[in-house]
Every structure is written in C-alpha cells, then in structure tokens.
C-alpha cells in the first residue's frame, strides 16, 4: 500500500524498515503513496538522504555521488553535512561528486558520459582504435576533443566546487614507462589568454604490464594544491600556479601516450577518462 519500485541491473539495495531503504549503488525508480509529513519514507544513499511524502521519482547512486531526479510531486533532499533542500518535479539534486564530462570506452566506443556532454566528438590523428576492453592508443597516438565556450560549465558550477578532478582507469598492454603522462586538461586564462595545464600522471615504480587495471586521478582544489591518487591512495603532491579563477569556458581534453621510455614501444588501453567537480 505504499507504492512501488524498480530496481535496475547490478543495484544494491537494502530494506531497513518499512518506511526506510539504503541504497549502496545502482538506479532505483519509486512511485509511493502520498503519506503524512510525520512519517515520510526515507532513501538514504552513502552520500544524502530523501525524504519522500509521495511522489515519483529516481535516485542514482554510484561511487562518486547521488543524484535524485523528481517526476512529479516533490522530495526534501539532504547532503551529507548540508541543510536539506526541497527538489520538486522536474528538478534534479546530487550529492558527492559530480562527472561533468568524460568518455567510457568499455563497451567499444567513446561514448560521452557526464552532466555537460562535450559537444565536440572525441577525435584521433589516425583514427581511433577500440581492442581488449577499452581505447587503445600506442606510444604515438593521442586523441582530443575541443568544447567551444560554455559559460554553463565554468560559471557557478566550477567556482563553488571545492575541487576539479582529472581521473584514468588504465593498463598497459606492453611496456611500462618510468613516468606514465596519459591525459591533459586544457583551459584557456581569462586575463591573458595563456594555456593552463591539469596532466593525469604518476611514477610507475611497481607497475606491471598485464591485465591489471589501474586507478589514476588527480585532484585540483581551490588553493591551487595537486593531490595525486593511484588506486584511491595518495603518490605525490606539488604546487602548481593554479587557481579556480583562471578557468575560462573554454577546455580541451586530450588523452595521450607521452612517456618517458624513448626506445620501447608503449601500448595503453583506457576504460574511461573523465573530468569530475567535488
């Protein structure tokens, strides 16, 4: 008598009570009865909690963040540490992190994923080459994608975020290069027209080529600190003259094999490549 639900492939979902359920990962779409304001259904996710007196909608759940999108009715969403904000029908909310745009290439294209997908289709010299599970670009090859200005990327969104990761999930197919360099985020300065570089790289000590994937972000916070990351565990961290308000709305991606290992061959497959606001 409360309504009911859908929960898609892969999800991970838990009944705590009657009136509350967890949702640890995956889509789930609820159409519940209209109940009173002192006993409203809870969805809680590792990142907010929904309180729902009635209403249709859907919460998505994965490890970056949450998002609740409501068809009809309303639904008080709260993050984590945050007041709680009341999202009505046709709105949207998230919490965590957010992908602002990105590539998945696991399934044998470079489909776009994100909240802004970019509007440029991603490009390669030579065309570009899907084999064991991902993009496969050789020590030669690089790809890149261009986004013309939009303001709805870097107004607001940017500026209020506490962070702007740059994030890879590789293997390599040969070779292992001493310092892995795999992709750039490019942005055009406002005051000066000069180019400002956010790379995804890491000293490879232990690396191994194989089937093994690996984990690779790095992370740019407001203060213009680089935090690196591999596999989740902080590598290394340097100073770079960043700042938040050197973002422009404009940005260039590119995804690239520059490796420090002149004379081998070095073969990298990516997963996914993707730009993520925190």
Do not use: K
Not at 131 to 147: I, P, S
């Amino acid at each position: 008598d409360t309504g009911s639900g859908v929960l898609g492939a892969h999800g991970v979902l838990t009944c705590r009570s009657a009136r509350a359920l967890a949702l640890a990962r995956g889509v789930l779409r609820l159409d519940l009865a209209a109940r009173s304001a002192g006993s409203p259904f809870t969805l809680t996710t590792p990142h907010a909690t929904c309180h729902v007196t009635g209403t249709r909608f859907t919460v998505r759940c994965d490890e970056l963040g949450s998002a609740v999108t409501v068809a009809e009715g309303s639904v008080l969403w709260q993050r984590d540490g945050a007041a709680p904000q009341t999202v009505r029908a046709g709105q949207s909310a998230r919490a965590g992190a957010e992908i602002l745009f990105g590539y998945d290439f696991t399934d044998g294209t470079a489909r776009q994923i994100g909240t802004f997908p970019a509007p440029v289709p991603l490009t390669s010299r030579d065309g570009l080459r899907f084999a064991e599970g991902g993009l496969y670009l050789t020590r030669e090859d690089f790809t890149a994608v261009h986004n013309p200005p939009r303001p709805e990327l870097f107004g607001d969104r940017l500026r209020t975020a506490a962070a702007v990761s740059l994030d890879a999930r590789v293997r390599f197919a040969t070779a292992v290069p001493r310092n892995a360099s795999i992709a750039t985020l490019i942005s055009m300065a406002p005051a000066d027209s000069s180019q400002r570089f956010l790379p995804v790289r890491w000293r490879t000590a232990g690396v191994a080529a194989g089937p093994r994937w690996y984990d690779v972000r790095v992370t740019l916070q407001r203060d213009g600190r680089q935090r690196w990351y591999v596999d989740g565990q902080p590598v290394d961290e340097t100073m770079r003259d960043w700042i938040f308000t050197d973002w422009a709305d404009n940005i260039a991606l590119r995804i690239h094999t520059h490796q420090d290992l002149p004379d081998d061959p070095v073969d990298i497959i990516y997963a996914w490549v993707r730009v993520v606001l925190h």
